[in-house]
């Protein structure tokens, strides 16, 4: 029996609440060997005093050495085996804008690039054209027809974008036409499977007539596409848990993510207090709450230690509003960590804090990487903590007799 | 995804250099409960400033309480899943004397034995001939020619020998014809599958001929067939990880299993400065450099407490000729522990150190069993390590978006 399939089978419900607050890219790194890390330079009075009365562990996102995107990241904290369910690259970026992904939905990231007059490829992102021209662009090529299917074109950023094909028998594995480098023609989209072809067709029916529409568009005269998929078939998070589930994200790509397994996506308004207001005013229309915090993660990518410090506290100083909500199980973690020392995501494991009544408490009086080590959770695989925050909920019968 | 084919899909190359230091049997015990082991014991200056500025754990070679032989041990420290390829002890034994065994051999482990004349086996060892006389008869049984193969007959010690076959269409699933005690006929060779058969019948033939051979060089006038295997189907080391590996080992065995995934195997010398020479003078030539250290091993297994504690020191001294050479990633570690009270290999877990710049470190200020328990690695199966060496020389991309 696999974890999905056994979690699933001892999931049952009770009138508890559990908390997730996603602190992303929690883990950090000391700058010099035997220094402190950004959680441990923080003062976290309210995360000390729960992890004085709860108990801590460190979380490996997928495998030892392994760096998680945050899809990986994400789908490990919400119980799903992260090297079971992969997710295509088209498909986060559509998450990424808050694109409401269907199950037949084939979902494409686009480049906008530059043509010359032999058809070859002179710039693989169209002279980085301003965000307001990619978007005007973007809704010249949403009013291309196809026949059988129906197509959605929408806007990332400067030359990126996003291309939705939404039909029946539309399989997701299809060659990028991207050939990562100038000099050379465009590819045409090649399916790598039977249950691919008539994506295939489609797509190259719908660059036909793009490379017509945006023929006078010069830098942005033509896009490429990558990372063409689906998204993954993946069992609800009610499925697996039973849980009524609410995502309180800011950012897109969160809420995107808490949607690819059915959670009820709220409106977050824009601040951390925004986030805890709705906390607060839907407390008792769900079961389960996932918080999703992103600034620890930017400091993080931008090298800013003292800012990622500072970014720790005001979601310490945040704590009292979600605590005063009596949770049945809070759980204070990140996806990965993202130490400002290395300005991107890492494979190091990830600070947990879980508090609630049936804790067996460790010795630790603070919440740092280095308690963490020490910590009564141990270091496990990401995947678990769903099951440990059911447990301590009360949500999960016995195995076996 | 099996964790081969992730660490193949994530694996980029740079400029970083890694060293995997293998002191075999490194891991020891106290000789009385709370007392110290060897590598507690020995005065490491060298490898405690390591542990201060890396980081800790322990490694378990297979899984919990399985005592490995040196070859899973190595695979596990390769980053090969030791329970998913497996090495016969033929193919082994044939490492071990530096035969380079091809993908088209058959390996067999034969021990000299005494018949009598009713053709019972009297003594399974022929009196522990000398190696000498051995060799002797090897020679002899080498001349054997079989249609359609390739015969190789090498001594190895004492009554021990290693027959290979080489030729297309053998397989290795051959039963043992040792009977594992005396007063019965040795076996017939039988095929346990059909893509075995040919291999049965080509050991039958040579085996008639062998009696013919030997038949007056009593006690040695017959031998046996164990472990007949062909080498695992197994992919490459440069395939899994992109890196031109070094190995520098003095021993056969260990040479065997590097060669095994096809690690480029150097002249070694006989000594560590030696290896240590041989490591500087390729430095530049290679990306990964595997460094086998016998002694901590052969000393355990004499239950020499004292010598394996000077060994460790030995070793110890060394290390600064290697991170003069500014490793990127520097390891540390045993294939398994040999603890000088038992004697023996065993199953409890390995220190391993780890010094590289992206290390969170630990409280640890000194290389031994007890700081690497509480070391920030935890316990992990050897298995990952080479994962975790791969991410700290930044040569894994990040695993999904």
């Known amino acids: ?108 990231r686009g480049n906008f690039c530059t043509l010359n007059e032999a058809g070859i490829i002179t710039d693989r992102r169209a002279g980085r054209i301003a965000s307001e021209i990619g978007a005007k662009l973007c809704a010249k090529l949403d009013q291309i027809k196809i026949p059988g299917v129906e197509v959605f074109v929408r806007p990332v950023k400067e030359y990126r974008l996003v291309v939705v094909f939404r039909g029946e028998g539309l399989g997701g594995n299809v060659e990028d036409t991207d050939p990562q480098k100038t000099g050379v023609a465009p590819l045409d989209p090649v399916a790598r499977d039977a249950a691919s072809q008539k994506t295939a067709e489609i797509a190259k029916a719908f660059l036909a007539q793009a490379r017509e529409v945006l023929k006078n568009d010069a830098p942005a005269n033509f896009f490429t596409m990558r990372g063409i998929d689906k998204r993954p078939s993946i069992p609800t998070f009610e499925e697996l848990y039973g849980l009524r589930a609410a995502a309180i994200a800011v950012y897109p790509m969160y809420r995107g993510l808490a949607r690819l397994v059915s959670m009820n996506v709220l409106d977050a308004g824009q601040t951390l207090d925004d986030q805890c207001a709705r906390l607060e005013a839907v407390w008792n229309d769900y079961d389960f709450f996932f918080l999703h915090y992103k600034y620890t993660d930017s400091t993080g990518e931008d090298g800013n230690f003292p800012a990622k410090v500072e970014r720790i506290e005001q979601l310490d100083a945040a704590m009292p509003k979600i605590t005063k909500l009596g949770p049945t199980v809070l759980i204070v973690t990140g996806d990965h960590s993202t130490p400002s020392k290395m300005k991107s995501h890492s494979w190091h494991p990830v600070p947990v804090l879980l508090a609630a009544d049936t804790c067996r408490t460790d010795a630790a009086t603070e919440f740092s990487e280095s308690t963490c080590l020490q910590g009564g959770l141990g270091q496990f695989e990401a995947k678990y903590l769903m099951s440990l925050a059911m447990a301590h909920a009360g949500r999960f019968e016995k195995y076996g007799a």
């Open 1 to 108: 029996m696999d974890l999905h399939d056994l979690v699933k089978k001892l999931a049952i419900k009770n009138e508890s609440k559990i908390v997730l607050c996603v602190a992303d890219g929690l883990g950090g790194l000391p700058l010099a060997p035997g220094g402190k890390t950004e959680l441990e330079s923080a003062k976290t009075p309210n995360l000390d005093t729960l992890a004085k009365n709860g108990v801590l562990g460190l979380s490996t996102p997928v495998l030892p050495g392994i760096t998680p995107g945050s899809g990986p990241g994400h789908l490990g904290l919400f119980g799903y085996d992260p090297l079971q369910f992969q997710i295509g690259r088209g498909v986060l970026e559509a998450l990424g804008i808050d694109f409401d992904l269907g199950p037949n939905d084939v979902a494409i």
